[in-house]
């Protein structure tokens, strides 16, 4: 393998490190909301109903619930965002570009 075969792998896996740590921080985001989601689920079964009944229609309640629905369409869009990479990356790496650039 040549130097610019190496290189140019080298830095295929340099985008797929990125890659990967891109995703696995979205990934511990998109936990630890969720996780954030069920603790307050938690807290608010343990109120009486009319303190939750109060909670709820309140406005910071709602956004939470808007929040909340934005959140998990946004853990759909990032593993298609991630599927979609791995896929490129994937291509790249496989494509014939490194060895047209030893000749």
């Known amino acids: 393998m040549t130097d610019e075969e190496t290189k140019a792998r080298g830095s295929d896996g340099d985008d797929l490190n990125d890659i990967e740590l891109a995703h696995s921080i979205i990934?511990?985001?998109?936990?630890?909301?969720?996780?954030?989601?069920?603790?307050?689920?938690?807290?608010?079964?343990?109120?009486d109903q009319d303190t939750t009944k109060a909670l709820t229609l309140t406005p910071q309640w709602q956004a939470y619930l808007e929040s909340r629905r934005r959140m998990e369409h946004t853990r759909e869009e990032v593993e298609r965002f991630a599927n979609m990479m791995k896929q490129t990356t994937e291509a790249n790496f496989q494509s014939p570009r490194s060895i047209e650039h030893s000749t």
């Open 27 to 47: 990934e511990s985001l998109l936990d630890h909301t969720r996780v954030v989601s069920d603790l307050i689920a938690v807290m608010a079964q343990a109120l």
